[in-house]
């Protein structure tokens, strides 16, 4: 089973970027949609994008629309998420999967504070 590490996450200030990745091992991402969520803490998991197989087509949680963009390429069978304008509220661990699958990745750390 094609199972997913997340790579990126950083300490960085209000108003820094990072580009978050994920890359399948085990299997390719073929024709799957992929979601990136996030857990803060104390919180539970929440969606916060996905993107077609195509990479064509993408929609954005209204909380960072504008300001986060996933993408994908299937040749490296890597997802991305770039992050800007980042705020403490973005603080959290973000997961990527398979829309509906319920076993998860370790996930990776991102931690906005100045």
């Known amino acids: 089973q094609v199972q997913f590490v997340e790579s990126g996450g950083d300490l960085v200030l209000p108003g820094g970027s990072l580009r978050l990745s994920c890359v399948a091992s085990?299997?390719?991402?073929?024709?799957?949609?992929m979601n990136w969520y996030r857990q803060a803490p104390g919180k539970q998991r929440e969606f916060v994008a996905t993107?077609?197989?195509?990479?064509?087509?993408?929609s954005h949680a209204d909380s960072v629309k504008g300001r986060f963009t996933i993408s994908r390429d299937n040749a490296k069978n890597t997802v991305y998420l770039q992050m800007n304008s980042l705020r403490p509220e973005d603080t959290a661990v973000y997961y990527c999967n398979i829309p509906g699958r319920t076993s998860w990745g370790q996930g990776t750390q991102v931690t906005v504070s100045s």
């Open positions: 993107i077609d197989w195509t990479g064509t087509t993408t």
């Open positions: 085990g299997g390719a991402l073929g024709m799957h949609y």
